[in-house]
């Protein structure tokens, strides 16, 4: 519709669904695979094998 008419649309999120949604890959892990989730702190586990994480330096946000 933004497309279209340049006008958007509220969209009503539960902070639970978006929990629950955040976690989905570490469910699977879980579930599928018996991996157990460490502790990440402020990463987020992209895949089994790939995390994401944010380090705030004096220049720049760095992600990696």
Not at 6 to 24: E, K, N, P, T
Not at 29 to 45: D, K, W
Not at 55 to 63: D, F, G, K, Q
Request: glycine share 10%; hydrophobic share 50%; net charge neutral.
């Amino acid at each position: 519709e933004r497309e279209r008419t340049g006008a958007g649309r509220h969209v009503s999120v539960s902070l639970f669904d978006a929990s629950v949604a955040a976690m989905v890959n570490q469910a699977a892990n879980t579930l599928i695979g018996g991996v157990v989730p460490s502790a990440l702190g402020t990463a987020h586990l992209v895949t089994g094998y790939l995390t994401l994480a944010a380090l705030s330096t004096a220049a720049s946000l760095m992600v990696f």
